[in-house]
Nanobody, 110 residues
């Protein structure tokens, strides 16, 4: 199993980014996928979940700003982040089937 995140970077407050997580080594379409994040000095927290059927759930802190989606044909899960705030700065991790990606850094700063 391999999960590879991409799409992080530096963005100004109010900006947008789309993270991607390419999965391999398992039947992607059959499993729930999640995005987590970990800010410096803080515990890793759950950001968003998407079920195999496509239903979604979000942390209160990102509701209305972030959207999780999946493309089963590409074995990829996405996290569209809009109206970004400095407090969204963190390393973002993809999670599925008990495995973690390596993380991608998102920095929101002017």
């Amino acid at each position: 199993v391999q999960l590879v995140e991409s799409g992080g970077g530096l963005v100004q407050p109010g900006g947008s980014l789309r993270l991607s997580c390419a999965a391999s080594g398992f039947t992607f379409s059959s499993y729930q996928m999640r995005w987590y994040r970990q800010a410096p000095g803080k515990e890793r927290e759950l950001v968003a979940i998407i079920s195999s059927a496509g239903s979604t759930n979000y942390a209160d802190s990102v509701k209305g700003r972030f959207t999780i989606s999946r493309d089963n044909a590409k074995s990829t899960v996405y996290l569209q982040m809009s109206s970004l705030k400095p407090e969204d700065t963190a390393v973002y991790y993809c999670y599925g089937l008990g495995y973690w990606g390596q993380g991608t850094q998102v920095t929101v700063s002017s």
